[in-house]
C-alpha cells in the first residue's frame, strides 16, 4: 500500500486492517481519524502527520517515529509500540491501554490529559514533558525518566518507581497512591498539594526540599 492509497483509504471512512506499513515514509500526512486495526507500522516514518483521533488497535509500532505529529485523541490499545518516539508531538486526550511502550520516547511532548492503563513502559523517557493531568495505572515504570518534567495532577497509582528518574522535576498536585518510591532522591525538590496515600517512601531523601500541605496519609516511612 502506497501512503496515497493509506490517506485516500482514511478520507473515505475505511478501516486500515491487517495491512503491512512497515517502514512506510509518512511524513507530514494528513491521516488524522485513520482506524488501524492489525496493522504493521513497525518503523514507520509519521514525524509531523496528523494523526488526531485516530485509533491504533493491535497494532505493531515498534520504533516508529511520530515526532511532532499531532495525535491528539489517539487511542492506542494492546500491540507492541516499544521504542516508539514521541518527542514533541501533541497528545492531549491520548489513551493508551494494554500495549508494550518500553523505551519509547515522549521528550518534549505537550501531552495535556494523557493516560496509561495496564502498559509497560519500563525505560521508557518522559523528560522535559508538559501536561494538564496524566494518569499512570497499573504500569510498569522501571527506569522511566521523568527528568525536568511538569507532572501537574499527575497520578501514579500501584506504580513501581523505585527505579525511575525525577531529577528537576516539579510536582504541584501528585498523587502517589499505593506506588514504591523506597530510596528515591527528591532533594531540593517541590512538592506542593500532593497526596502519599499508602505509598512506600522507606528511605526516601528529602533534604532541603519542600513538601507544602501534603498528604502522608498511610504512608510508609521506614528507614527514612
Known sequence: MTPRQLRKMIKEGREISNANLQGLDLRGLDLAGGIFLDTGLSGANLSGAQVNGSMFVGCQLKGAVFEQADADQCTFHRGDASGMRMDGARVDQVAFHDIGLSDAHFDGAVAGMLSFADCDASGASFTSL???????????????????????????????????????????????????????????????????????????????????????????????
Open 130 to 224: 508538559t501536561s494538564e493531568m496524566m494518569v499512570f495505572y497499573d504500569t510498569r515504570l522501571e527506569r522511566a525518566d521523568f527528568s525536568g518534567s511538569v507532572l501537574e495532577k499527575t497520578t501514579f497509582y500501584q506504580a513501581d518507581l523505585r527505579s525511575a528518574v525525577f531529577s528537576r522535576c516539579h510536582f504541584p498536585r501528585t498523587m502517589f497512591v499505593e506506588s514504591n518510591l523506597a530510596g528515591q532522591a527528591f532533594r531540593d525538590q517541590e512538592f506542593e498539594l500532593c497526596q502519599f496515600v499508602d505509598a512506600d517512601l522507606s528511605g526516601c531523601d528529602f533534604d532541603g526540599g519542600t513538601l507544602n500541605q501534603c498528604n502522608f496519609k498511610g504512608a510508609r516511612f521506614a528507614g527514612g
